[in-house]
């Protein structure tokens, strides 16, 4: 690890201000994943800036029946917060599939949401890789690959973004707040990272200096449900091979909304528009979740090693809107196991 500069600041404004002082500097909070590159040599800052001090630590009740929820709000705070167990069971499912107890009492809303690809190539400097060196290559696509994308990938970077917690943000439609320079704005969620294309080191859509603030949840319509489910290797603590977010609302037999979110299939929380199209007022049967599910994942482009993740995705997305529709199912905004489901 190479030797960098620390700095703790005490305002959002002052933590705006140092980044600008300090070119190449890194915003720090819980540090789960940004120490672990460090180490690796992965990420190289010049500057830490300490922003575990700064006021961005409160889940907020607002009064549209929203939530608003800081930057700073630990994963196990959030996962264990009753609005957000009993308004967004989606959320809190996610969190608690996403790591284990010690690194969800470190792990902050802003951190999960910026954390960066697991790709081996990526992780390892001695391999080229787009995402790390532009314009060395990206050797995935011709050699470990299983884990990688099949959706929304370019010829320069095959890599998945491994939070559990955007999945369920994107289907949700949160929004992002940002603080830099330029002062205060906010994105959708959704567009909140982007899709490789030429430029795959750029993960999302944050511009220089600027600093996560808070994520904002919308209200939820009464009868609305939803879930999270995540496939994976083995039964512990995994990033996903796939993961599915949905929000569901069924009136007499039809659905009269739904959004649907998949992980670990793209760069990107993948919002499946084209499925939410096809069940937009059609019968909450198996059939139609099928064809829905079916109809996103038609434009799926797997490469040598991961096209099983088509058929268990299809197959992830049609069971957990089975389970939504179906009344008998029990209530998924009810507490659950401490543990992934």
């Not at 609005?83 to 010690?102: I, K, M, T």
């Not at 088509?310 to 008998?328: C, I, S, Y």
Request: charged fraction near 25%.
């Amino acid at each position: 690890m190479k030797p960098f500069g620390y700095l703790r600041v005490s305002s959002v404004e002052e933590a705006v201000r140092a980044a600008g002082e300090h070119p190449g500097a890194r915003f720090l909070a819980g540090g789960t994943n940004l120490v672990d590159l460090m180490k690796l040599g992965v990420e190289e800052p010049r500057t830490l800036i300490d922003v575990t001090r700064l006021p961005l630590d409160r889940i907020e009740e607002l009064p549209d029946g929203g939530v608003r929820i800081g930057a700073m709000v630990r994963n196990s705070d959030l996962a264990a917060s009753v609005p957000v167990r009993e308004r967004y069971p989606v959320l809190s499912q996610s969190l608690l599939a996403g790591a284990s107890g010690q690194l969800r009492n470190t792990a902050t809303t802003g951190g999960n949401l910026l954390q960066r690809t697991r790709c081996l190539y990526f992780q390892d400097t001695s391999k080229p890789c787009n995402k790390r060196l532009p314009g060395t290559g990206c050797p995935a696509r011709e050699g470990v690959h299983r884990d990688l994308a099949v959706l929304g990938h370019s010829q320069h970077c095959v890599a998945t973004q491994p939070s559990d917690m955007a999945v369920a943000l994107a289907a949700l439609d949160a929004t992002v707040h940002l603080h830099g320079p330029d002062g205060e704005r906010s994105v959708p969620a959704t567009d909140f990272h982007r899709l490789p294309a030429d430029h795959p080191e750029q993960d999302t859509v944050i511009r220089p200096g600027e600093l996560l603030t808070a994520v904002q949840l919308p209200p939820v319509a009464t009868g609305t449900r939803s879930r999270y489910r995540k496939a994976r290797d083995r039964a512990s603590y995994a990033f996903a091979l796939v993961s599915v977010g949905a929000v569901l609302d069924v009136r007499d037999g039809v659905v009269r909304r739904a959004a649907l979110a998949f992980g670990g299939l793209a760069h990107r929380p993948w919002r499946a528009r084209a499925a939410e199209e096809v069940l937009q007022g059609a019968p909450a049967t198996e059939d139609t979740f099928v064809r829905a599910a079916e109809a996103e994942l038609a434009a799926a482009r797997p490469l040598r090693d991961n096209g099983f993740k088509v058929p268990l995705a299809r197959n992830l997305a049609v069971g957990v809107l089975t389970d939504l529709a179906d009344p008998e199912t029990g209530d998924p905004a009810a507490p659950g196991p401490s543990r992934p489901a």
